[in-house]
């Protein structure tokens, strides 16, 4: 039940996949099935953030092109970019993460 509402918070905040506009990871040519990998990737890494009470799930913004992960935003310590960084990393099917927080107390 826990992850299901994760999951509705991560649907609700945006959690989608977005194009190269101001985006670190270029989005070329992608087939529907990595699109939807990425997609489900992303949906993860967000609700993952939801259940963790040390990372702001809102001010983080979270985007995927064929399992790289680009997170970026703000974060009020060290330790929350590096939690988020984690959350990532930790995530199936993630092969890179690019960490791009910004900390601002």
């Known amino acids: 039940m826990k992850y299901a509402r994760a999951l509705a918070f991560a649907a609700m ?5 977005l194009a ?6 270029a ?6 099935g990595s699109y939807v990998d990425d997609a489900g ?6 609700a993952k953030m939801a259940e963790d009470k040390t990372v702001s799930a809102t001010s983080i913004s979270v ?14 310590s060290q330790a929350e970019k ?3 960084e984690n959350i990532a990393r930790n995530t199936k099917h993630v092969r890179e993460v690019r960490n791009s927080i910004v900390v601002r107390p």
């Open 63 to 76: 985007e995927t092109l064929n399992g790289t992960v680009q997170l970026s935003g703000f974060a009020k």
């Open 20 to 25: 190269a506009t101001g985006c670190s990871v």
């Open 41 to 46: 990737i992303t949906t993860a890494v967000k």
């Open 13 to 17: 905040t945006g959690a989608t996949v």
């Open 82 to 84: 590096n939690q988020a």
């Open 27 to 32: 989005r070329e040519q992608q087939s529907v």
